[in-house]
Nanobody
Framework: QVQLAESGGRAVQTGGSLRLSCKAS????????MGWFRQAPGKEREYVSS????????YYADSVKGRFTISRDNVKNMVYLQMSTLKPEDTAIYYC?????????????????WGQGTQVTVSS
């Protein structure tokens, strides 16, 4: 069955760095765009970043542009989110997602598969 398993979330201080990982299984990984979304307490889930099937095309939300980097390894069926210069407003549960829609479509309903999430907490 399809599975997306995120890892790497933890508590860090403002200005710190983290790398989130997502292991995919149960579907043809390189047929899918991959994305990261996040949901902070009391807020709606929001788009963070996405990457095309072969890793050549990436998109970022304005709030993370220049601080976060998305990448993927189609041999290992992994997608990563390198986060730096973290801020308290980055605190959220981060979700990995996979979809077959166009990579420039950032809406969550263009993603079919979702992980359970990993918690990132940034303290000031």
């Amino acid at each position: 069955q399809v599975q997306l398993a995120e890892s790497g979330g933890r508590a860090v201080q403002t200005g710190g760095s983290l790398r989130l990982s997502c292991k995919a299984s149960g579907f043809t990984f390189d047929n899918y765009k991959m994305g990261w979304f996040r949901q902070a307490p009391g807020k709606e889930r929001e788009y963070v970043s996405s990457i095309g099937r072969y890793g050549a095309i990436t998109y970022y939300a304005d709030s993370v542009k220049g601080r976060f980097t998305i990448s993927r390894d189609n041999v290992k069926n992994m997608v990563y989110l390198q986060m730096s210069t973290l801020k308290p407003e980055d605190t959220a549960i981060y979700y990995c997602a996979g979809g077959q829609g166009a990579v420039w479509k950032v809406e969550s309903d263009t993603y079919e598969y979702w992980g359970q999430g990993t918690q990132v907490t940034v303290s000031s």
